[in-house]
């Protein structure tokens, strides 16, 4: 025996397919909404920790700039003492 479909059962057949197509593709956009999340979260993170590393290579930098010219600083001004003390000794 056949079995007709009449148009009102097409119409609420092909109405729920759409209806589940809609919530499939709409669950489908919310894990790859959180995925982004997740990934733009890492990599922030990733950045961030890169920043830290790279603001203490600079103060590593200059803290070590700061001790060489202090270091420098201090044998110049020895070297300008034993050389004065040198002309003071030699025209004496």
Do not use: C, P
């Amino acid at each position: 025996m056949d079995k007709y479909v009449t148009h009102q059962e097409l119409e609420a057949s092909t109405e729920e397919i759409l209806h589940q197509m809609d919530k499939h593709f709409a669950d489908m956009q919310q894990q790859m909404d959180s995925r982004f999340t997740d990934i733009q979260q890492q990599t922030d993170k990733r950045f961030n920790n890169i920043e830290l590393q790279l603001n203490d290579t600079k103060n590593i930098a200059k803290s070590a700039d700061w001790k060489a010219n202090w270091i420098l600083g201090i044998l110049s001004a020895s070297v300008v003492g034993v050389i004065v003390a040198a002309i003071t000794t030699l025209f004496h």
